[in-house]
């Protein structure tokens, strides 16, 4: 019996959200009893016996080039296929958009019980009980899961990466690739930006910022601290950025290590999106603002003053 921990990759670069399932994973295995090995799919550039440093001691990889990139249906297929064969009872899922799209259609398959949006290692002390978020971060449930084989998808940012000494044994596994049903034909990518989903700085701007002209000193920070931008809905919806930018409930769910929210009020929408960032930092001139109860740093201050004062501090910094 072993917990299964998958690992997420894109272009043959493993997630940053996959040490931290590794990580949570091992610590299940060694809380039930089990053995923590992990799945890769695809092709990868990582080192894979190195991830042996988070607790796995066994590696398998399906490293068809027909699986480098997602495919939910396709990676459904193949991962049943992989837990029948490998015996996993328990398999461990970052809740990231593949581990979204994935994770719910391998439990229906599988019939197992699912937990999405889990936060904390399952209390195993009287059966399987996991804390996991609902009403986007308002409130915690605690799920109890009764079926031989679970899944778990954990919440990015809710457990800390944990790496000590050790390496993996890979081992391929031949199982044949379904066809697809539906077939990519283009991709167009935003190209010399971070990609938002990915970064780990995101410097985000609101309706407080006025209008358009006034992002220059947003882009300027973003690119200065090597992250991302984002925006509000409401600046999404009046055109002043493009709608890839917009966070939140509506939008795209982000969990980066720093996210300043400057201008932006913090309705529950917003939050919805935002509220599993490591360190959310809100500069706004109201000291009401709702956004400053989830920071964990606040400037009350007028943006056009602040922002630029943290740019030149920047500069300054990065000068020496
Ligand atoms: C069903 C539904 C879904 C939604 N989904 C989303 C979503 O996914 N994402 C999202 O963002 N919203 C979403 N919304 C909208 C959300 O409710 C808010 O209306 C929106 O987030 C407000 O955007 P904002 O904070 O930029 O603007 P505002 O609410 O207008 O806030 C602007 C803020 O800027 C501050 N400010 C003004 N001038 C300055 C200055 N010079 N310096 C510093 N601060 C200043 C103000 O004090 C204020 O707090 C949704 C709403 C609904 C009903």
Redesign the pocket.
Same mark, same amino acid.
């Given at each position: 019996m072993s917990v299964l921990i998958f690992i997420d990759q894109s272009e043959g670069v493993i997630k940053k959200n996959s040490f931290e399932a590794l990580s949570y994973g091992a610590k299940v295995a060694e809380l039930t009893g089990q053995e923590a090995v992990g799945i890769v799919l695809g092709q990868v550039k990582h080192d894979l016996p190195s991830l042996g440093k988070y607790g796995v001691k066994k590696i398998y990889q399906v490293g068809k080039p027909e699986l480098d990139h997602l495919d939910a249906q396709v990676y459904t297929q193949v991962l049943a296929e992989v837990v029948q064969q490998t015996g996993a009872v328990t398999i461990i899922f970052s809740n990231s958009l593949t581990g979204k799209s994935v994770a719910a259609r391998l439990a229906a398959r599988l019939k197992a019980g699912f937990v999405s949006g889990a936060v904390a290692l399952p209390d195993v002390s009287n059966g399987f009980v996991v804390k996991k978020n609902v009403f986007s971060g308002k409130a915690f449930a605690y799920v109890s899961v009764n079926t031989p084989v679970k899944i778990i998808a954990l919440n990015q940012n809710a457990y800390a990466v944990s790496a000590g000494e050790g390496t993996a044994e890979v081992i391929a596994l031949d199982i044949a690739v379904p066809a697809p049903k539906v077939k990519v034909t283009a991709t167009n990518k935003v190209t010399g930006t971070v990609p938002l989903g990915e970064a780990e700085i995101v410097i985000s701007?609101?309706?407080?910022?006025?209008g358009p002209e006034n992002w220059g000193m947003i882009e300027e920070l973003a690119s200065l601290l090597g992250g991302a931008t984002a925006?509000?809905?409401?600046? #999404?919806?009046v055109h002043w950025r493009p709608h890839h930018e917009?966070?939140?409930?509506?939008?795209l769910a982000i969990a980066p290590n720093l996210y300043m929210?400057?201008?932006?009020?913090? #309705?529950?929408?917003?939050l #919805?999106?935002v509220n599993r960032s490591k360190v959310i930092v809100v500069?706004?001139?109201?000291p009401e603002?709702?956004?400053f109860k989830a920071a964990d740093y606040g400037i009350v201050?007028? #943006?056009?003053?602040?922002v630029p004062k943290i740019i030149e501090s920047v500069k300054k910094l990065k000068s020496h």
């Open positions: 701007g609101g309706r407080g910022l006025k925006c509000s809905r409401a600046v #999404a919806d917009h966070v939140g409930q509506t939008g929210a400057i201008g932006i009020s913090g #309705a529950i929408q917003h #919805a999106g500069i706004n001139k109201d603002a709702p956004f201050g007028d #943006a056009f003053e602040v």
